[in-house]
């Protein structure tokens, strides 16, 4: 049933839900799916050589190339043979259907739709970059997605999207004097973990969060994919606004558009207390493993990093040199700075910065996403500890050594003192190298998820892997993104994944996999949906998914859906059991176990049938 214009204008509406109304003509109810306007579309060079390839092959018109880009943020230089052929693919169409490169000289694409005015507050923004939701930082609605949504708004302007639940997160209290955004971040990440925000729209309030500059919410917003958040949204000031450069006259509105309406309803109000915060830091492999930096204080580092979307912005980088002024970094130590963009690396340098940071011992490259992409600035080790700015520490999402979150100002104070530390208490001199090699940490055991059967009807040997939050880099590495013929990404599934690295050569077609919650959190990449494709992986069940990854799943057409962990237990589910599976009606039996009770899953949403049974998303 639809709403009218004005009866939905009488309803008072959140954030995400006003946005969302402005931009379709369906009524706004959380879980319902609209047909989505999209403002701005972008694709990145990983994804970008996908997104062309299907737009040739089905010979897809660009439905505005005004408000379609690509931005080559991923390997500025394009150091791997793969991702150079891949940009310049892209170049080459983008030139015959007249669309905008933001090319390897611009810096990351989410920041530079945000400083160039591309996006304003209230827009729909897409990406092939997970991190898209920075948006929320100025009030717009951001989203990554993977390649086939990314080519479907190009061609059509709008994409289909679940409305998400609304919740509001308050932040009481004033952090200590040493505390950044970035540690707040990370303290609310301790407080809500990996899947805390699954499914929701974040609204961020409180007097700390009112008063952050551009360059606070942007470190903010950037890491609400870690909390399995659609997207952190905080409504801009009149002085964010103006530090873009908005004209003064269309700030005020500007500001009172991209408001929640009073009396608007949220399905969850979040409390996180900041009062007196001192500095956190992620532990390696999981960013939501925060605790305070006295807890690792003193620990050796190989490595350091300053930059990524999370915390490249200008601000970050002159806080880090206002610490290593009139020091050096330590000599076992490389200290790796990247800033987000041009004109971020333009203004660094008119004003001497760079010049700080290269006397005090720090490289410098070019603008761009950096530490957390394969190949621009370099990935650690075995056995090398980096501490990073980054947003993901991912096992091997940065190398294959171990690596620290944390903000600029304990990233600096750690590169000055050779071990983990803090701007206010760094060591007169560096600490002495430990020459004893530290044997690096096997990965952490993980766990798998497929795709591709016969509805409704599926039969198939099960792999269950009991775990939460298996990421994408656990299912299908980063090293292996500039593949793009699906048929070779099927030997890379669970690549990354201690325990389950030989399953591709173990999978047979036809069997059905079985994770934990929140399965496929992290990177955008259709990948890790293909390479079970590839290897004929006829269903995915979860306990839940990360939203990017369902997206990718159901538009690749690989049937999926969710089983609580109840149903797993009535139906004593284990590895090597036939089960089968009516996607339709919504039923699980062990086949194996014929005493065990008929077990309930999520029957197929109407749109999965209708996606599945056209062949994908983009098929006719």
């Not at 500059?213 to 952190?232: F, K, P, Q, V, Y």
């Not at 532990?283 to 690792?296: K, L, W």
Request: a neutral charge.
């Amino acid at each position: 049933r639809r709403m009218s214009k004005r009866a939905r204008m009488s309803v008072p509406q959140t954030l995400v839900e006003k946005i969302f109304s402005s931009h379709t003509a369906e009524a706004i109810q959380p879980g319902s799916i609209v047909d989505l306007a999209v403002d701005v579309r972008c694709a990145r060079d990983f994804a970008g050589a996908n997104v062309v390839k299907h737009m040739k092959t089905r010979n897809l018109p660009v439905a505005d190339p005004s408000k379609t880009f690509f931005t080559f943020d991923c390997n500025p230089g394009g150091s791997d043979q793969k991702y150079a052929a891949n940009q310049h693919a892209c170049r080459l169409w983008a030139r015959e259907n007249g669309v905008k490169v933001f090319d390897i000289t611009q810096g990351i694409g989410t920041h530079q739709v945000i400083e160039k005015r591309i996006v304003r507050p209230g827009d729909v923004f897409l990406s092939t970059d997970s991190h898209a939701n920075i948006l929320g930082a100025i009030g717009s609605f951001g989203q990554g997605m993977g390649d086939v949504d990314i080519a479907a708004s190009f061609t059509h302007g709008r994409v289909w999207f679940k409305v998400p639940k609304s919740a509001k997160l308050v932040l009481r209290g004033t952090p200590g004097p040493n505390a950044t955004p970035k540690d707040v971040i990370l303290r609310i990440l301790s407080e809500l973990g990996a899947g805390g925000l699954l499914g929701y729209a974040c609204e961020v309030t409180g007097p700390y969060a009112d008063a952050l500059n551009l360059s606070g919410r942007i470190t903010m917003a950037s890491m609400g994919t870690e909390m399995a958040a659609i997207i952190l949204l905080f409504p801009p000031t009149r002085e964010v606004l103006a530090e873009l450069g908005y004209p003064v006259d269309e700030v005020a509105s500007l500001v009172q558009q991209s408001r929640a309406d009073e009396g608007a309803v949220y399905e969850r109000t979040i409390e996180v207390d900041i009062e007196g915060l001192t500095p956190y830091i992620s532990y390696p492999g999981h960013p939501e493993a925060t605790h305070p930096v006295e807890t690792v204080r003193g620990q050796r580092i190989d490595s350091a990093f300053i930059g990524s979307c999370t915390n490249g912005r200008y601000e970050d980088i002159c806080l880090a040199a206002q610490i290593l002024r009139g020091r050096r970094v330590a000599p076992h130590v490389v200290l790796k700075i990247v800033p987000s963009t041009r004109a971020t690396y333009e203004r660094l340098l008119r004003e001497g910065v760079l010049q700080t940071l290269y006397t005090a011992g720090a490289l410098i490259g070019n603008a761009g996403c950096a530490g957390c992409a394969d190949g621009q600035i370099g990935q650690n080790g075995p056995g090398e500890v980096t501490v990073s700015t980054g947003n993901r520490n991912f096992t091997g999402k940065q190398g294959r050594g171990k690596v620290y979150l944390a903000s600029p100002a304990t990233v600096a104070a750690s590169a000055i003192a050779g071990v983990i530390a803090t701007a206010d208490a760094i060591p007169d001199a560096a600490v002495e190298m430990d020459v004893t090699p530290e044997r690096p940490e096997a990965p952490a055991e993980s766990s798998s998820g497929p795709a591709r059967p016969d509805i409704s009807i599926i039969r198939g040997r099960l792999w269950f892997v009991d775990q939460n939050n298996i990421d994408t880099d656990m299912i299908f590495h980063n090293s292996h993104l500039a593949i793009t013929d699906i048929e070779e990404m099927g030997q890379h599934a669970f690549g990354n994944l201690s325990g389950w690295t030989d399953f591709s050569k173990k999978a047979r077609p036809g069997d059905i996999v079985l994770a934990g919650a929140n399965f496929g959190c992290g990177s955008s990449r259709q990948q890790a949906v293909d390479c079970f494709t590839a290897l004929g992986i006829s269903l995915l069940l979860a306990r839940s998914y990360g939203a990017i990854y369902e997206r990718n799943a159901i538009n690749a057409g690989v049937p999926m859906t969710t089983i609580g962990q109840e149903a797993i237990e009535a139906a004593q589910l284990r590895t090597g059991d036939e089960i089968e599976v009516d996607v339709l009606q919504g039923t699980v039996r062990n086949l194996t176990r014929p005493d065990a009770p008929l077990a309930r899953c999520q029957p197929l949403a109407k749109i999965q049938l209708e996606i599945y049974q056209r062949g994908g998303l983009l098929s006719h």
